[in-house]
């Protein structure tokens, strides 16, 4: 039997775990503090699914199997991580991300509806659609249970019998195992600062506390304005996430306290988009960090100088929604079934492919 030491358990980590356990692997998982802490972009409260990412199909077929292997994951675990309530995008124009999108979706036979702006207006209890073009709904979209999904993964990987170790890991250690999977998030920039260019960057998250009207709302996504969220899912609020340009901080110091003006600029969104919510109170915060790769590409590939080492994570903003689809691409790769994407690979980036939820870098 191979055996795989993965360091990291977010749900990069944790999900490729479980996946070579299940292909047969004996498999030690490592983690430096705990399955979904909140100092990991994979702690998250809760994350978008959708499959709309301009025009690279490549992730929204990923994002389509990933939502099939979330949905197995609960049904055969009994543990709920799923809400199917879909998820709009408010278009600004014409031909732009939704455009780039609706021509994907087209390709891969993935669901939409393009909205008439008045059209929006019956997704939310109240909504300004007065700067849209258009809106695209996704119906099968909607948004994971991000730390329960993380820690599920961890605990069914365990079924299948990932030996779960907590530890820090460094390369100086040199892990034992015929393949080391190098899944750290964040933490593999200075793990490996001579191969992984990341920008780690922070994001503030905003709950606002809403009437039941808002359960059950579309996740939704404004790309030009660079925000998104959901409406009320388990009691947490309506989530605001400005998804703009924010400071590189170190995820193992960073005080998770969140800073007044992003806070502003959240309820100022808040109020501009969904006007019944102008005056909501915050009832709930979270401050995580982004990895950000330079064309927000995913990183996938061996370490240069140590064949046996695989270096995944640059999730840049939106990588927990293919957890499970990732983890067996990634097990594929690993196991020669399957080559890596050239986009994939180390070494520098350029352009940007706009993969996030908005146009700023
Ligand atoms: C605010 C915010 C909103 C987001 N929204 C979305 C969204 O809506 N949809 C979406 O799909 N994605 C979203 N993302 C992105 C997504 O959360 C990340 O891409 C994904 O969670 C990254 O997972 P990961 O496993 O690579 O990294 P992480 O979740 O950061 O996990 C890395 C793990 O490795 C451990 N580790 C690191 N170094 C070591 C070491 N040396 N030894 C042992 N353990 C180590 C860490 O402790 C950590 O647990 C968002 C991210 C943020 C921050």
Redesign the pocket.
Known sequence: MSSAVV???????AATARELALRGWDVTL????APG?V??????DT???RFAHGDVDWYAAMARDARLKWIELQEATGTHIWEPIGLAWFGRSENGFEARSRASLDRLGIPYEWLQPEAARDLYPSVNVDDLAGVLYEPEAGVLH?RRATQLLVEDGERAGVLYES????PADDPRGDVVIW?????LAS?FPAHVDLKVTR?D?FFFGADGSWRGTPGFCDYEAAY?GHGEIAGLGVKV?PDLPGEEVDPDTLDRIPLPAWERVAREYLGRRFPALADAPVIGT?V????LSADTHFIVDRHPERDSWWLI?G????????GPAFAEYVADCVEGKREREPFHALGARTGDAGLR?SSYG
């Open positions: 360091v990291g358990a977010g749900v990069f980590g490592v983690e430096q503090y802490t100092r990991s972009a994979s702690g998250g994350r978008l699914l991000a530890a820090r890991v460094l899944a750290c998030g964040p933490w793990l994001r998250v998104y996430a979270r995580c960090q982004y990895d994570g999730g840049s903003g939106h990588g927990f929604k293919h939820t």
